[in-house]
C-alpha cells in the first residue's frame, strides 16, 4: 500500500541551528513528491516539486532533496519566521494526479 | 493574478443540515481539488475537477459532491452533516492536472 511518512512530528529549534525534516514513502511509481508550509489556520503554501531520484531544489533557506525511498528538506540558519507545519505530498500516474500528504512536521525557531 | 479565495472564512452548521463551500480559481487554472484537513493531519483528497467534469474521487462517501463552472469557479456540497465532517476545507487549483497545485486559505467548517 502506498504511503508516506514525516519525521519527526515537532522541532524545535534556535535560530540559527540548521536541520532536516524527513519525508519517507513507499510508493508504487512516483510521479512527483511535494513540499508545502503550512501556518496555522491557513491553506498550505506551495514551496517546490521534485520529479527523480538525485534532484535537488533550493529556495531561500530551504533545500530539498529527493532519494528512491526519501526526500529530505534542509533548513539552513533558520528564523523564527520559518516556524510552520510542514507537509510533504505525493502523486502517482494517472488521471486525477491528486496529492496524497503526509501528517507533516511542526517546525518551531526560536529566537 | 489573483490567488486562490474561499467563501466563506468561518462557517458553523447543525448536524444534519446541507453545507455549500466555495473557491474561485487562480486565473487561468482549470483543474481544482478539495481536500479536507482534520486538526493535526495533513489533507485528504475528496475529488478533483477538470474542465467541468469530475476527474478523480477519493475515498468519501456520495453526500460529498462538487461542481465546476465555465469560468472554472467550484462547489463543495455536503449533506447530511455529521460531527466528523468538522475540518478545514481546502480547495486547490493548478494551471493543468499535471502541474503544481495552490491552496487557498480554507473554510473552517464546525459541525454541532
Known amino acids: 500500500e502506498d504511503q508516506v511518512t514525516q519525521s519527526p512530528e515537532a522541532l524545535r529549534l534556535q535560530e540559527g541551528e540548521s536541520s532536516s525534516l524527513n519525508c519517507s514513502y513507499t510508493?508504487?511509481?512516483?510521479?512527483?513528491l511535494f513540499w508545502y508550509r503550512q501556518d496555522p489556520g491557513k491553506g498550505p503554501e506551495f514551496l517546490f516539486t521534485?520529479?527523480?531520484a538525485g534532484e535537488e531544489k533550493e529556495k531561500e533557506r530551504l533545500k530539498a532533496t529527493l532519494t528512491k525511498k526519501e526526500s529530505f528538506l534542509h533548513i539552513t540558519a533558520p528564523k523564527p519566521e520559518d516556524s510552520a507545519t510542514y507537509l510533504c505530498?505525493?502523486?502517482?500516474?494517472?488521471?486525477?494526479?491528486?496529492?496524497?500528504f503526509g501528517s507533516g512536521t511542526q517546525l518551531t525557531v526560536l529566537p | 493574478e489573483t490567488g486562490v479565495t474561499q467563501s466563506p472564512t468561518h462557517l458553523i452548521k447543525t448536524r444534519g443540515q446541507q453545507v455549500t463551500l466555495r473557491c474561485s480559481s487562480q486565473?487561468?487554472?482549470?483543474?481544482v481539488s478539495w481536500y479536507q484537513q482534520a486538526l493535526g493531519q495533513g489533507p485528504q483528497f475528496i475529488f478533483q475537477?477538470?474542465?467541468?467534469?469530475?476527474?478523480g474521487r477519493g475515498n468519501f462517501p456520495p453526500r460529498f459532491s462538487g461542481l465546476q463552472f465555465p469560468n472554472y469557479s467550484s462547489e463543495l456540497n455536503v449533506n447530511a452533516l455529521e460531527l466528523d465532517d468538522s475540518a478545514l476545507y481546502l480547495c486547490?487549483?493548478?494551471?493543468?492536472?499535471?502541474?503544481?497545485?495552490?491552496f487557498g486559505q480554507g473554510t473552517r467548517l464546525t459541525v454541532v
Open positions: 486547490a487549483s493548478s494551471f493543468t492536472r499535471d502541474t503544481e497545485a495552490f
Open positions: 510508493v508504487s511509481g512516483l510521479r512527483g
Open positions: 521534485l520529479y527523480s
Open positions: 505530498a505525493y502523486t502517482v500516474p494517472g488521471s486525477a494526479r491528486q496529492l496524497t
Open positions: 486565473s487561468g487554472h482549470n483543474t
Open positions: 475537477y477538470y474542465r467541468e467534469e469530475e476527474n
